[in-house]
């Protein structure tokens, strides 16, 4: 079992930065794909960023260029650093954990995911 608290969200000015964090429990997260995922007001939830165990990522289009997944295994930990932010991005953002990396595996997918956690808001002001 893992759990997963993000933290870093908050209201920054267009053109601002934040970075998120997911820290998890549990020995093994080391060997976990952990994901990004963002939900607007009255949208679906959808793709930010992934991170395989080893350093393999992927980004969302939207975010991509602009925005900088990472992990630190010894502290349990991924960030999400996001730069030149926009109003579009103002959402709860959700971290989500799943062990291992398989090829051929959608890892921009949430049914792929185990474990969630409970989400951060990140604002951004028109």
């Known amino acids: 079992q893992v759990q997963l608290v993000e933290s870093g969200g908050g209201l920054v000015q267009a053109g601002g930065s934040l970075r998120l964090s997911c820290a998890a429990s549990g020995r093994t997260f080391g060997s976990y794909t952990v994901g990004w995922f963002r939900q607007a007001p009255e949208k679906e939830r959808e793709f930010v960023a992934t991170i395989s165990w080893r350093g393999d990522f992927v980004y969302a289009d939207s975010v991509k260029g602009r925005s900088s997944i990472s992990r630190d295994n010894a502290k349990n930990t991924v960030y999400l650093q996001m730069n030149s932010l926009k109003p579009e991005d103002t959402a709860v953002y959700y971290c989500?954990?799943?062990?291992?990396?398989?090829?051929?595996?959608?890892?921009?997918?949430?049914?792929?995911?185990?474990?969630w956690g409970q989400g951060t808001q990140v604002t951004v002001p028109s």
């Open positions: 989500a954990a799943v062990p291992g990396w398989y090829s051929g595996h959608d890892y921009t997918r949430l049914q792929t995911y185990d474990y």
